[in-house]
């Protein structure tokens, strides 16, 4: 990439940081204070990761 090309993406990259960082940080504040529902991440993770070593035994 010539070298203007990166500057544009990294000023890009810290417009969108900029935009996004409000709402993240009251989605931070806001998970403080939910119900951990652990159940809900990890039984989908593990199924994806069963399906991915499938799709790896099957090659």
Sequence with gaps: METWQQIVVLL?????????????KRMLERSEKAEKDWPAVLIPLGLVVLFVVMLVMLV
Excluded: D, I, N
């Excluded at 890009?12 to 900029?18: D, H, K, P, S």
């Design 12 to 24: 890009l990259a810290g417009l969108v940081a900029f935009l996004f960082f409000p709402g993240v």
